[in-house]
């Protein structure tokens, strides 16, 4: 029988944590504390309190050539930090993998581009890093290109490019490296519909025709059935299951159920910088009731603290619907409000009111992030859930046996000149 492709044993990677006394320090507070610490130590005081943290612990499975292989698992599982493990990037603090072919890995927006760069040289500098020759890269300049449907602006500095046509250009080049192992994290979510497809096509292709193996990362549970046979699911740095797909993610939404049970406050996979946390939320109709019917509208209540003692300036919040499969839905954000705002109090609550949801009846999630100047200070995937009911009395239209082809029904009617 044929080596596996990857093997992992035993695979463990620790972190040291150092815990400041205050949650956020300004650059005053970290000056004045350089400058006290020669007198803290003569006076014996103690150092930072520093902490063992494990992000992946005894980690052991075999991926074989040809297969394409799923991994989720709520946020703080360990992911992102066994792709960097597996690209390489960094080194395990126990434990073996053993790689038997060549890695492309694409972990992060803009890993491998130069800013200055244009979008022509960025190519040959990705190509390169990931260890293509620049005669290979000449040779595919033009797939890459076409793939990618940034042409018109290779010759653009990529500072100019959104975060989406980054993503483009990247796994354009990553996927034409022709690599033995492409390992892709879940920067794709930032493509639009029509790319995520296209990448997806790409890499069932890579997997089918050339027999090249692929690790996906994603929230988005269609995706990983789609392109996936098997999967793993990782929960507190361990694997929790890796079995058959379907198995695997329905495990894994048991679990998100569950997890929308605890109190936001003690949510403990959130992504946090310590400054804002939201503690609580709360979905109802607009009159209050929490048994929501397709057609209705909905009030969303969130609960906030923070360490600021001033108004919050240039808040961004953004609340997302999902499905049972994660597909983002709906997304309610307040930059593209009717009635914007973007100063918030230090600690206290927000509302927002939507106008009659034509939901599909089901089971529905809603992922929280809250930014400050454009940065993420509080992330929740999966904060609540809601089901929906039927109710067809509210908007007019003949159902069919297979009418569960959308989660959104909109108001439309079809006519024909006579």
Not at 2 to 12: D, Q
Not at 99 to 115: C, I, N, W
Request: net charge positive.
């Amino acid at each position: 029988m044929e080596n596996p492709i990857i093997e992992v044993k035993k695979l463990s990677k620790k972190f040291i944590l150092a815990h400041n006394r205050l949650p956020y320090e300004t650059f005053r507070d970290t000056v004045t504390n350089l400058v006290k610490k020669p007198i803290r130590m003569l006076r014996g005081e103690k150092k930072l309190k520093k902490e063992e943290f494990w992000a992946l612990k005894d980690v052991s499975f075999e991926i074989q050539k040809g297969e394409a292989i799923g991994l989720i698992g709520p946020n703080g599982s360990g992911k992102s930090t066994l792709l960097k493990l597996l690209s390489q990037i960094t080194a395990p603090t126990e434990g073996e993998i053993i790689l038997r072919g060549k890695v492309a890995s694409l972990l992060e927006v803009g890993t491998g581009f130069h800013p200055e760069l244009t979008g022509r040289e960025n190519i040959f500098l990705n190509g390169a890093i990931l260890g293509m020759t620049k005669k290979e890269i000449a040779q595919k300049f033009r797939s890459i290109a076409q793939f990618s449907g940034v042409e018109k602006f290779l010759d653009t500095p990529i500072k100019r490019y959104s975060s989406g046509m980054n993503v483009r250009l990247a796994f354009s080049v990553a996927a034409h490296m022709e690599p033995d192992i492409l390992i892709v994290d879940e920067v794709l979510a930032v493509g639009d519909a029509e790319f995520q497809k296209k990448c997806l096509g790409k890499m069932d292709e890579v997997t089918k025709e050339a027999g090249r193996t692929v690790i996906l990362v994603s929230h988005n549970m269609e995706a990983i059935k789609k392109l996936c046979k098997r999967c793993i699911l990782l929960k507190e740095g361990k694997i929790v299951m890796f079995d058959q797909t379907s198995k695997v993610v329905d495990t894994y939404l048991q679990g998100a159920q569950f997890a929308t049970q605890q109190p936001l406050r003690q949510r403990r996979d959130r992504i946090s910088k310590g400054r804002v946390t939201m503690t609580d939320i709360a979905v109802t109709t607009l009159s209050g009731k929490t048994e929501i019917e397709s057609g209705d509208a909905l009030r969303f209540w969130v609960k906030y603290e923070s360490i600021f003692t001033k108004p919050i300036q240039n808040v961004r919040m953004v609340i997302m619907i999902v499905n049972d499969d994660l597909q983002n839905i709906l997304w309610f954000d307040n930059e593209v409000s009717e009635h914007t705002i973007t100063e918030f109090s230090p600690n206290g609550e927000f509302l927002c009111e939507t106008g009659p949801l034509n939901l599909v009846p089901g089971r529905y999630f809603i992922n929280l992030n809250f930014h400050i100047d454009g940065a993420s200070e509080d992330s929740v995937l999966m904060a609540a859930s809601f089901e929906v009911k039927e109710n067809l009395q509210k908007f007019e239209f003949q159902k069919s046996a297979d009418y569960k082809v959308a989660n959104f029904i909109a108001p439309f009617r079809y006519s024909q000149e006579k």
